[in-house]
T-cell receptor
Framework: DTEVTQTPKHLVMGMTNKKSLKCEQHMGHRAMYWYKQKAKKPPELMFVYSYEKLSINESVPSRFSPECPNSSLLNLHLHALQPEDSALYLC?????????????FGEGSRLTVL | AQSVTQPDIHITVSEGASLELRCNYSYGATPYLFWYVQSPGQGLQLLLKYFSGDTLVQGIKGFEAEFKRSQSSFNLRKPSVHWSDAAEYFCAVGEPGNTGKLIFGQGTTLQVKP
């Protein structure tokens, strides 16, 4: 199993809503990532979890709250988002958090904030 | 700081023609080098990677890339393009001895003409 599964694939929410994005992998990877990608742009790193601990927060606004309940799951809790937060949110995993590691990406959750 | 430049924002080639996508990096030593592909509405998939050794690396889907230290380049090539190769291509760099963060180039959009 070499898949990273993300749900939901599409999400529309208002600025006052609370929603969550979910990511799951069963490859035994110990590093998991959230990226944000705007159209025609490269992915921008948001958060990295290594061995279920938050290793990197790229100065992401607190309206985005990551959670790693176990080594296979990664959530991104969303609250009071802005229209400019509309983007494709990609989850990725790798065997370990190191520069040589191949990232395995999910298909993404496309978020629209109204 | 390290950086990755993909000089070509958009490239159009005819099906069956050869392809070369350019990537230049800025880093003092030899970094870890990657090429990822993103089909429309999909996540990113690793095509190939270079860490050390033979400077010509083979990847999936018939792609290859050549590392040229003197030119700080890692160009992606394919001898005969298929219509299914139309996608966004990202070059990425990882720093040895540093965090697991990847630096992505801005991407090159490949269009394939029938």
């Amino acid at each position: 199993d070499t898949e990273v599964t993300q749900t939901p694939k599409h999400l529309v929410m208002g600025m006052t809503n609370k929603k969550s994005l979910k990511c799951e992998q069963h490859m035994g990877h110990r590093a998991m990532y959230w990226y944000k990608q705007k159209a025609k742009k490269p992915p921008e790193l948001m958060f990295v979890y290594s061995y279920e601990k938050l290793s990197i927060n790229e100065s992401v606004p607190s309206r985005f709250s990551p959670e790693c309940p176990n080594s296979s799951l990664l959530n991104l809790h969303l609250h009071a988002l802005q229209p400019e937060d509309s983007a494709l949110y990609l989850c990725a995993s790798s065997q370990g958090f190191r520069a040589s590691g191949e990232l395995f990406f999910g298909e993404g959750s496309r978020l629209t904030v109204l | 700081a390290q950086s990755v430049t993909q000089p070509d924002i958009h490239i159009t080639v005819s099906e069956g023609a050869s392809l070369e996508l350019r990537c230049n990096y800025s880093y003092g030593a030899t970094p870890y080098l990657f090429w990822y592909v993103q089909s429309p509405g999909q996540g990113l998939q690793l095509l190939l990677k270079y860490f050390s050794g033979d400077t010509l690396v083979q990847g999936i889907k018939g792609f290859e890339a050549e590392f040229k230290r003197s030119q700080s380049s890692f160009n992606l090539r394919k001898p005969s393009v298929h219509w299914s190769d139309a996608a966004e291509y990202f070059c990425a760099v990882g720093e040895p001895g540093n965090t697991g963060k990847l630096i992505f180039g801005q991407g090159t959009t490949l269009q394939v003409k029938p």
